[in-house]
């Protein structure tokens, strides 16, 4: 059997893979606001489980990893800092243990499901905030395994500002006061999609993909603003920068439990 943990900023999912990639268990609990509490709720919580012997586990975190020592270095929406992630669910979990980026977890699921079709896959998750990840041949690059896309400095109305500060489902909030699955009219949707464009056309002159997978809470809403978006894109593409076909993540909502599947089961897990 295989684990996956994904921590999130207020809940916590625990799940169990058979080999074929099955979900066979889950368990979710509030994730604590200070680590030392984590650890022992996690563990109340693995002890529940039925089952008891896995073979590897992968733990997603929502900030950056230290991958050679297995410590979560900062936390986006946690007050964690140089945190001992993977010795303290090693001995909890009591096998192999590795961390990795949440929304890069996810690019490995959801590139996972375009093999054969695309070799350089862009991951892109539109949620509370702005992340993604790259993976080429299913694997990260490791060169760009730390990027945070949503962190790139932009120009929006007339300032510079970080793109998910004004492209984000945060930022749609601040502006509208609704949530994506509340919005109705064209005109909020088509600034959405200008806003992402800005961002993606820069990823997409700096990354060149394949194809990019857009996911996170706004991205399952995808349908509702692919055309705007791709006129958007069309608008400044260039021949040395053509755009990439779009598409709407397959497992949006599950995309990091199973990316934490992926990486268990992979060579380079």
């Known amino acids: 059997m295989y684990g996956a943990v994904d921590i999130g900023g207020t809940k916590t999912l625990i799940a169990v893979f058979d080999k074929d990639g099955t979900v066979i268990e889950k368990i979710k609990f509030l994730t604590p606001k200070e680590y030392p509490d984590f650890s022992k709720e996690l563990a109340v919580n693995v002890a529940k489980l039925s089952t008891k012997d ?32 993977e010795e303290d669910v090693e001995k909890i979990m009591n096998c192999p243990v590795r961390i990795e ?11 996972v499901q375009l093999k054969g079709e695309f070799r350089k896959v862009l991951y892109i998750t539109v949620s509370t905030g702005i992340s993604g990840g ?10 760009l395994q730390d990027i945070e896309p949503g962190k790139m400095t932009l120009e929006h109305q007339g300032r510079f500002e970080q793109w998910e500060d004004f492209a984000s489902g945060r930022a749609i909030y601040a502006k509208y006061g609704k949530k994506a699955e509340e919005i109705t009219d064209a005109e909020i949707w088509y600034v959405i ?27 399952v809403h995808l349908e509702k603003f692919q055309d705007r978006l ?40």
């Open 134 to 143: 790259l993976v080429v041949d299913g694997t990260l690059d490791p060169a």
């Open 101 to 111: 980026n949440d929304s890069k977890l996810a690019a490995i699921s959801e590139a």
């Open 230 to 269: 791709e006129e958007q894109l069309k608008i400044y593409e260039h021949p040395m920068n053509p755009v990439p076909p779009i598409r709407k993540a397959i497992r949006a909502e599950e995309a990091v439990i199973y990316g934490c599947f992926e990486l268990a089961k992979s060579r380079n897990g």
């Open 54 to 85: 896995f073979q590897k586990t992968v733990v997603a975190i929502p900030g950056t990893p230290d991958r050679e020592r297995g410590i979560g270095l900062i936390f986006g929406n946690l007050p964690w800092v140089n945190v001992p992630v």
């Open 193 to 219: 999609a200008r806003n992402l464009a800005v961002g993606i056309n820069t990823l997409i002159a700096t990354l060149h993909p394949d194809v990019i997978v857009i996911g996170g809470g706004v991205g």
